[in-house]
């Protein structure tokens, strides 16, 4: 590695550790907000997609609640809520909008949002192929969450 990127990383964790000593210090959400507050500034922040889907593209959706996979049509990213956080320094209130893909599944007649099935793009409709259980189980945050909950139970 070399020196600079050395220089690099190090300063980027000096940032993130004064990031959060700030956040813990001076920040409150929500519930913990004492109103009437004064505010100096709005901020909304919407999150993003680290992968942008292209509106309008193919996707293979199986739904949280069913066994079938279904050729769905992706619409794009819809709000599904919000949460905000002041910071009492700043006086600024940061507004977070919560989105969540929404598909549109021609065979149920239904929209149905990211968060409540396993998706995935495909090029054309003729790759639609099921998604099995294996390949839910596969998926990095299942296996995570499966070694979590037996190390509770051998806790």
Not at 20 to 25: G, P, R, T
Not at 106 to 114: F, Q
Request: aromatic share 8%; hydrophobic share 35%.
């Amino acid at each position: 590695m070399s020196e600079k990127s050395a220089e690099d990383i190090k300063k980027k964790i000096e940032d993130l550790d004064a990031f959060i000593i700030d956040f813990e210090n001076n920040v409150r959400v929500e519930g913990e907000i004492k109103f009437p507050i004064e505010v100096s500034a709005v901020v909304v922040q919407k999150n993003r997609r680290s992968k942008p889907q292209e509106v309008g593209s193919w996707v293979a959706i199986r739904p949280c609640d069913d066994a079938k996979t279904y050729l769905g049509i992706y619409l794009g990213e819809m709000p599904n809520g919000a949460m905000y956080h002041y910071h009492e320094v700043k006086k600024a209130l940061t507004l977070s909008l919560l989105d969540n893909p929404a598909i549109y599944v021609p065979e149920l007649k239904r929209v149905i949002r990211g968060s409540e099935s396993w998706w995935g793009s495909i090029g054309s409709p003729e790759q639609l192929k099921q998604i099995s259980d294996a390949d839910i189980q596969d998926v990095w945050y299942v296996k995570a969450l499966k070694e979590l909950s037996e190390n509770d139970a051998n806790s």
